[in-house]
């Protein structure tokens, strides 16, 4: 989790001593109650097209967050997170608290892991493509 103050430079240099491919930009609360909000993502991706259009590491980390991204709670279901992120075309969910508070993010790596690790006899003998028919019959 990252400053709103903290440049892009400085989040990248973050992402990759903690190895990670999104990081949450989080703001006191509005209001000034207790626990941070989340302001938005950045991502490896937001990081690509960041540079890829020739702006500024020096940059505030706000003019190339996501804002205000998609977000699920803490007690959401694997199937849930899953559909969310399907629907939204995301790799990565900031996961919050029922009150707002960030606690994590949801990757799709990590849910990949996740199923090849408790399911891993259905992972493992799925064909290539398991709703196709093979056109040809095989053999002689």
Known sequence: MVSPSSTVGEVIELMRLQKGAAALVVED???GSAGAKVAGI????????????????????????TPDPSMVTSDATVGETIEQMSQGGYRHLPIVTSSGVPTGVACVHGIVHYLV??????IYTLPPEPGKSPTNREGA
């Open 42 to 65: 950045f991502t490896e991706r937001d990081a690509l097209k960041w540079l890829a259009e020739g702006q500024t590491l020096s940059s505030s980390i706000r003019d190339a967050m």
């Open 117 to 122: 690790d408790h399911f891993p006899a259905t």
């Open 29 to 31: 609360a509005p209001d």
